[in-house]
Structures are given as structure tokens and as C-alpha cells.
T-cell receptor, first 117, second 111 residues
Framework: GAVVSQHPSWVICKSGTSVKIECRSL??????MFWYRQFPKQSLMLMAT?????????EQGVEKDKFLINHASLTLSTLTVTSAHPEDSSFYIC?????????????FGPGTRLLVL | DAKTTQPPSMDCAEGRAANLPCNHS???????VYWYRQIHSQGPQYIIH?????ETNEMASLIITEDRKSSTLILPHATLRDTAVYYC????????????WGLGTSLAVNP
């Protein structure tokens, strides 16, 4: 499958600071990237869909001013958690769509574990 | 809400075939069946997908019933490294279509 990387793999920050997470598609151009959040023992929850060159589409209940998404190129999308609080501690995962026709697949990054103290 | 139903957990002996069932009785004609797995603390990994025909790749086989209301993922010779949560997802064709994740099946492969 296609390779998607994330950086950093884990981050610890103080409450009130902002954290930026990068998602890169390494061997293909991704017009669409997705950002997910996963709490312990729960499934993945889609936060937003990001299309290159346009504003992200956020899922219901996800604050767009708190979770800033930028998809400025076909290989890079960033998620910035602004003014992070302990309840934002979670596993953040991005995925990129390698569109190969009607049944195209999504490939996922390794995830970023965020701990807000 | 996820459109699939999976058993919460299963066990399998190492070297044996693991057969993971999934019910998707409300699947529509243009929806594909996707299987992903997630090993602990990692991002999900794509396994296989299909529309109505059975599919096989180097990782697994996907058997879809004729009425498409259920499917089975088969890992032919399970290893300890196959221990993971396996997710069955139905998704319409087309770009930007979302994957809706359920709780999956936690597969434990035992030595």
C-alpha cells in the first residue's frame, strides 16, 4: 500500500499550548486527507476531511477553531490543536486517499499520541 | 453509525485459519466492503476490499455472500503478529466517501 507518515509520533505539552501534527503522503499525491481521533478502547472517530487547496470539512461536534487543518499541498496536511487541554489527550491518526478508481483505498499514518498535562 | 456488526472478540490458534465474520444486512448496491486491522498503538492497516466477488491477496481472502449481506475475512495461516482489532466497513464508491468505524473484532492469536 501507499506510505503515509506522521510527525511527531508522540508529544507531551502543557495545557494552553498549541501542537502541530504533520501528515505526509510519501509516494503518491493525495487530494484528500482525513484526520481521526481515537480514545482508549474506542474506535476511530473522523474529525475532518481535508481537500488540497480548500477548507476542511469538519464532522459534527468538532470545533474548527480549535482543530485547525491546513492542506496546502498534495503531499502534506497539518492538524494544529490550539490551546490544548487535558481532554484533548488522544491518539490522532491521519489517512490519505490513493484514488485508484471506484474502490480506492485509504492508507493510514502511524498515529500521533498527544498527552496534555 | 457503523453499518456493520462484528463479534467483539475471537481467538485463534497459531497456524490455523482465522475466519472473521461481518454482517452488513443494509448494504447498498454501490457500497464496497472494506477490511482494515489495527495493531495496538498503531494506525490502521488496509487488508482487502470487494464489491460482490470473492477477493484474495497476499494477506487474506474475502468471501462475500451472494446476497452481499455478510462477509468473512479469512487469514489462512494466522501468526502471533496477526493479533489485532479487525474492522469491517462498508463504504460507497467515489472520492471523499467517509469510512465509518465500528468497534471491530479483537482477534487474539494464541501460541
Amino acid at each position: 500500500g501507499a506510505v503515509v507518515s506522521q510527525h511527531p509520533s508522540w508529544v507531551i505539552c502543557k495545557s494552553g499550548t498549541s501542537v502541530k501534527i504533520e501528515c505526509r503522503s510519501l509516494d503518491f499525491q493525495a487530494t484528500t486527507m482525513f484526520w481521526y481521533r481515537q480514545f482508549p478502547k474506542q474506535s476511530l472517530m473522523l474529525m475532518a476531511t481535508s481537500n488540497e487547496g480548500s477548507k476542511a470539512t469538519y464532522e459534527q461536534g468538532v470545533e474548527k477553531d480549535k482543530f485547525l487543518i491546513n492542506h496546502a499541498s498534495l503531499t502534506l496536511s497539518t492538524l494544529t490543536v490550539t490551546s490544548a487541554h487535558p481532554e484533548d489527550s488522544s491518539f490522532y491518526i491521519c489517512s490519505a486517499r490513493d484514488y485508484t478508481g471506484l474502490g480506492g483505498t485509504q492508507d493510514f499514518g502511524p498515529g500521533t499520541r498527544l498527552l496534555v498535562l | 453509525d457503523a453499518k456493520t456488526t462484528q463479534p467483539p472478540s475471537m481467538d485463534c490458534a497459531e497456524g490455523r485459519a482465522a475466519n472473521l465474520p461481518c454482517n452488513h444486512s443494509t448494504i447498498s448496491g454501490n457500497e464496497y466492503v472494506y477490511w482494515y486491522r489495527q495493531i495496538h498503538s498503531q494506525g490502521p492497516q488496509y487488508i482487502i476490499h470487494g464489491l460482490k466477488n470473492n477477493e484474495t491477496n497476499e494477506m487474506a481472502s474475502l468471501i462475500i455472500t451472494e446476497d452481499r449481506k455478510s462477509s468473512t475475512l479469512i487469514l489462512p495461516h494466522a501468526t502471533l503478529r496477526d493479533t489485532a482489532v479487525y474492522y469491517c466497513i462498508v463504504r460507497p464508491a467515489g472520492n471523499n466517501r467517509k469510512l465509518i468505524w465500528g468497534l471491530g473484532t479483537s482477534l487474539a492469536v494464541n501460541p
